[in-house]
């Protein structure tokens, strides 16, 4: 199979419908023996005309930290045909109804508090890897017409991933059901820096019977991991079309994670060095110099780095087949 082409990537494949189971104030950084407030849930009917949150329109951008030391997250799920590809137009599961979902800014020592509206077509979940949190109570499945709430406090600072933790998983990662949460250090990151944050992951596409031009998730193939689309922040090439504006001598800080569901990252900046890497984003973790970082299915990095002349840098995972399937874009560096 030729993955340098999407179109022929894109072959018919039978269809295997998927089913489903079931001002701030400062405060620490988390110490060894950590302990948070109790974690309970709440789950009640969704009211009738609920409004959806305004999708996030730059998934590359980081919000700013909002006022006070409560984060509030309201998450909608909802079904939505995405563009994954050029021409590949997608059915896929949503947080809010965009791949990845939106991006979650808070701060080490805040609440996030979360509201999850369950306004699709089957039961839903959220697992937010910066929490500490009862899976069996804050993960609880979603059903339609629900909505759960609950909080968590961010002890630790990173670059996490949060995504759907319903059986299979596998199927509910893999059609779009994920997004990043930055915690940020309470003394922040250090130096200012402009700043980034792609989410790396991969598509398995059959075409759906009867509906010409679009797509479904196809759980045989997401259990062989041969991805026939790899994407940044949700669409294949989407920077190599509109590059990342940065500058010559501008230190750049990028906010990686990857949501695989199965694909490891090799994330590599070509034409610079990484001049610090933080591992999951936690500066605990710094390496200094590093041509190209790995992160797991599940994992995150914080990476930096300052280019010192005019021209366009590639930013890929290494994994060229994965670059070719369409993670893969551009910075382009002004003086």
């Known amino acids: 199979m030729n993955r340098s082409s999407i179109g022929a990537l894109l072959s018919t494949v039978a269809l295997a419908y998927l089913t489903a189971c079931s001002g701030r104030s400062a405060s620490a950084d988390a110490p060894a023996d950590v302990r948070v407030p109790a974690v309970t849930a709440e789950v009640s009917t969704t009211e009738p005309g609920y409004a959806v949150p305004t999708p996030q329109s730059n998934p590359e951008s980081l919000p700013p930290l909002p006022s006070g030391n409560t984060v509030t997250v309201n998450l909608v799920l909802l079904d939505r045909t995405v563009q994954i590809a050029p021409g590949v137009k997608y059915r896929a599961w949503t947080f809010n109804g965009t791949v990845p979902g939106p991006v979650i800014h808070a701060q080490v020592g805040d609440t996030i508090d979360v509201t999850l509206t369950n306004k699709a077509m089957m039961g839903h979940s959220i697992d937010f890897h910066a929490a500490l949190a009862p899976p069996n109570i804050a993960y609880q499945t979603v059903q339609p017409g629900k909505t759960l709430h609950f909080s968590w406090v961010a ?3 990173g670059a996490f991933l949060y995504h759907c933790g319903t059986p299979p998983v596998l199927a509910h990662i893999s059609n779009g059901m994920y997004g990043a949460v930055i915690v940020d250090p309470k003394d922040g990151w250090g130096s200012d820096a402009r700043s980034f944050v792609l989410v790396q992951s991969e598509f398995y596409p059959s075409p759906y019977p009867g509906a010409p031009g679009i797509f479904y998730g196809d759980l045989s193939k997401m259990k062989t991991a041969m991805a026939d689309v790899v994407t ?7 920077y190599r079309v509109n590059p990342l504006q940065i500058k010559v001598g501008q230190p750049v800080r990028v906010f990686v994670v990857d949501a695989g569901p199965s694909h490891f990252s090799a994330f590599h900046i070509v034409g610079t ?8 984003g936690n500066p605990s973790n710094q390496l200094e110099g590093i041509q190209t970082t790995a992160i797991p299915p599940g994992g995150g990095a914080v990476v930096e780095f300052t280019v010192q002349q005019a021209g366009t840098y590639p930013v890929v995972t290494h994994s060229f087949g994965d670059a070719d399937a369409g993670a893969l874009g551009l910075f382009n560096a002004t003086d």
């Not at 940044?232 to 989407?238: K, P």
């Open 232 to 238: 940044f922040n949700g669409l294949a090439f989407r």
């Open 155 to 157: 002890r630790y600072p």
């Open 273 to 280: 060095i990484l001049s610090r890497v933080l591992v999951d």
